[in-house]
């Protein structure tokens, strides 16, 4: 087996008096792609922050290939950082920029590479992602889905060993889903990065993921595989693959009484 890449040791995370992550440990051995799943305010997005080292957990650490985060100088973390590519919720591409340019950013901003290598660089990247050509387009002229593959070619452009994806599916139609699942699965396995995704959809990741962390109200119920995962007598588990209204997941912010028992006294003190 190989190293992890990423592991977290005992960490807990609060803003404030709200605690958010709970004693959380898990690892991520190098070269895989784990999904994050959970209901919302588990504590995903958390998590990638802390990967990402823009907060420090409370307690417990968070290592980087055997190194405590925490003690990253600001050389080290800034490495740390072009070492990775990060594809968000929708896209983030720089509107006032052509997709030749939104591409070339990084490569303008991190590199020292002449423009005739970066111009070929770019136009490979489109090509890996199947939008050579539009390279002279604005992002206001390109669909969700191509949009989309132009913020992954963008994520990829200098070949980061870490790839952190932010529900890189919402907002996409069914076929557009299965092309970027097929191609972030296609790109990890090409580039052989460690990845982590965080998702809500359920049986599309399952597909292409190697290992599945699920968090409920900031612990970890799961990491394991996605076959281990359908086989989980969970009713935290069931009731989000399921998608289902009723179990440990509330509906109702918690309250002393809902609405259905508040018009039942009133009618009841009416009688």
């Not at 999904?35 to 650490?61: E, F, N, Y």
């Not at 890996?128 to 969700?144: H, I, R, W």
């Not at 132009?150 to 907002?171: C, H, K, N, Q, S």
């Not at 989980?232 to 609405?259: C, E, I, T």
């Amino acid at each position: 087996m190989t190293r992890p890449f990423i592991e977290f040791q005992n960490v807990a995370f609060a803003y404030g008096s709200r605690p958010i992550l709970r004693d959380v440990s898990f690892s991520v051995q190098e070269g895989r792609f784990a999904a994050v799943m959970g209901g919302s305010g588990s504590g995903k997005t958390t998590i990638m922050r802390l990967v990402t080292g823009q907060i420090a957990p409370t307690s417990g650490k968070v290592l980087i290939k055997g190194k405590d985060l925490a003690g990253f100088s600001a050389s080290e973390l800034i490495a740390h950082r072009r070492r990775m590519g990060v594809l968000f919720q929708h896209g983030a591409l720089f509107t006032d920029l052509s997709v030749y340019d939104n591409i070339a950013f990084p490569m303008r901003e991190l590199t020292e590479l002449p423009e005739n290598i970066i111009r070929d660089l770019v136009l490979l990247k489109l090509n890996a992602v199947g939008l050579y050509g539009v390279e002279n387009l604005m992002p206001s002229e390109l669909s969700g889905g191509m949009a989309r593959r132009v913020a992954l070619a963008r994520t990829i452009a200098l070949d980061p060993e870490l790839m952190l994806y932010d529900e890189p599916f919402t907002g996409l139609d069914p076929i557009s889903l299965g092309v970027i699942a097929d191609l972030i699965h296609r790109v990890n396995k090409a580039l052989h990065s460690t990845s982590i995704m965080v998702t809500h959809d359920i049986e599309k990741s399952l597909s292409i993921v190697d290992q599945v962390i699920f968090l409920a109200q900031g612990e970890i119920l799961f990491s394991g595989s996605p076959q281990e995962m359908r086989e989980l007598d969970s009713p935290w588990v069931q009731q989000f693959v399921g998608g289902l209204p009723n179990g440990p997941v509330a509906f109702r912010y918690p309250a002393s009484n809902s609405l259905e028992q508040d018009l039942l006294g009133n009618a009841v003190q009416a009688a």
